[in-house]
């Protein structure tokens, strides 16, 4: 496949079938398959490059952004290194806060795309780096802060390029599982289906850290993203570090995949779906993303030695 | 009917500091009431307007409780009732 540039190549992500760990729910003649939609395949190694361009794409075409521009945005991670790339080749300056409690490996990889780094205090996770990072955007007015949580072309990238990609590749699509953080992804491809195919079910897997990570001072400190739509998604499931690691270790070991912490808790659900289905005695093609690949997490002692010392090692990281 | 709820640490003022409490009801806003007559003040704290609050999560089993009927939502025994903040979250 060719493509005139890096940015360019973003999407169009391969779909792969997972018969070693289908096959315990197919049975009498019904089958019950799942899929994996490989968005680490994407040019830094995540399902946020499309968001991230888009988010770009917009705010230049609204006239927000422009050369020299600096770019500021909340994120714990890949958003970021997205932001970085694409920020890096049209010639933005770039600033990421980012808690503190996040894998090195994420860091190293921000300063290499030449992002600038700001952290925020580990207590609080996410929730606080949204706040410092509306505290800085308010004290430069200048910064444009393109703000994935509220921003309209990060579920947009979904509904145009990650819907209609999975229709396209399963037209038997019964279930559709994705992570809840921005909810960008959850609220665009079920904004594609319920036009394009409005039978099929909507899955949230959200990350359930430890405690540290709710640790606010009251709860009127809570978050819900502006992108939120709950009458998108059929259901939601908190999924625990323990089940996250269990799930991720068995995707690479029966089927090969090597994938990031975070699938290891949409695999959860989705195999969750793949039990009902099979209960009930119901056909179903499910599909869940494996967001990025395993490559940043090897410090979080994730992959290797007992589950229990696995999650002990997660116990006050943001590992999704 | 023994029903486990996990606490966060923000409301554990309300549990005596405990992680975890026991209750009883046969939906979640019968479990909530249940909660309310041995942990006074906490009812407030989850409910507003006869709706679970904003920035509220509570999860039975794991499934988000919005979703499987809100405050009446079924519970039976040994089900486990998660209650969390909402915070940001997600490979962002």
Redesign the interface.
């Known amino acids: 496949m060719r493509f005139d540039n890096h940015l360019a190549s973003v999407g169009n992500t391969p779909l792969v079938g997972l018969p070693r760990l289908s096959d315990q729910f197919s049975r009498g003649g019904v089958e019950v398959r799942l899929w994996a939609k490989l968005e680490d395949r994407n040019p830094t190694g995540?399902?946020?490059d499309r968001p991230a361009l888009k988010m770009i794409e917009q705010a230049e075409k609204d006239g927000l952004l422009r050369p020299g521009c600096t770019i500021l945005e909340?994120?714990?991670?890949?958003?970021g290194i997205s932001l970085a790339m694409a920020a890096k080749l049209r010639g933005y300056r770039i600033v990421c806060v980012m808690p503190e409690n996040t894998s090195e490996e994420r860091r190293q990889l921000l300063r290499m795309w030449g992002a600038e780094i700001v952290s925020s205090p580990a207590a609080?996770?996410?929730?606080e780096?949204?706040r410092v990072a509306k505290r800085h955007a308010a004290e430069h007015p200048d910064w444009v802060m393109l703000y994935?949580?509220g921003n309209a072309a990060n579920a947009l990238a979904h509904e145009e390029g990650t819907g209609p990609e999975l229709l396209a590749d399963l037209p038997s699509i019964t279930h559709f599982v994705a992570?809840?953080?921005?909810?960008g992804t959850l609220m665009g491809v079920s904004r594609f289906f319920r036009s394009a195919k409005p039978d099929v079910r909507i899955v949230?897997a959200?990350?359930?850290?430890g405690?540290l990570?709710?640790?606010?001072?009251?709860?009127?400190?809570?978050?819900?993203?502006e992108l939120y739509d709950?009458s998108l998604?059929?259901?939601?499931?908190?999924?625990g570090p323990r089940d996250a690691v269990r799930r991720v270790r068995e995707l690479l070991e029966l089927e090969g995949i090597f994938a990031?912490i975070?699938t290891g808790a949409i695999l959860h659900a989705a195999l969750g779906q793949a039990a009902n289905a099979a209960r009930d005695g119901v056909a179903a093609d499910i599909a869940f993303v494996v967001?990025?690949g395993g490559w940043k997490y090897l410090s979080t002692g994730a992959y290797e030695g007992t589950i229990d010392s696995a999650e002990e090692s997660l116990e006050g990281q943001?590992w999704? | 009917m023994a029903i486990e709820v996990r606490i966060?640490?923000?409301l554990r003022t309300y549990t005596a500091g405990e992680k975890s409490v026991s209750g009883s009801g046969g939906t979640l806003a019968a479990l909530i009431d249940d909660l309310e007559a041995n942990h006074a003040g906490i009812k407030d704290?989850l409910i507003d307007n006869g709706d679970l609050?904003?920035?509220?999560?509570v999860?039975v089993n794991?499934?988000?409780v919005?979703?499987l009927g809100g405050l009446g939502a079924e519970l039976k025994d040994g089900d486990q009732v998660?209650v969390?903040?909402?915070?940001?979250?997600?490979?962002?």
């Not at chain 1, 959200?206 to 850290?209: D, L």
């Not at chain 1, 998604?233 to 999924?239: C, G, H, K, N």
């Not at chain 2, 609050?53 to 999560?57: D, E, I, L, T």
């Open positions: 995540s399902i946020k909340p994120t714990s991670g890949n958003t609080g996770g996410s929730n780096a949204v994935q949580y992570g809840l953080g921005t909810t949230a959200e990350p359930r850290y405690e990570v709710y640790g606010l001072r009251n709860l009127d400190e809570g978050f819900v993203p709950a998604i059929d259901t939601r499931f908190s999924v990031g975070s967001a990025d943001l999704a | 966060p640490t923000i704290r609050r904003r920035f509220v999560n999860y794991d499934e988000d919005r979703f998660v969390l903040p909402a915070v940001a979250g997600g490979a962002s």
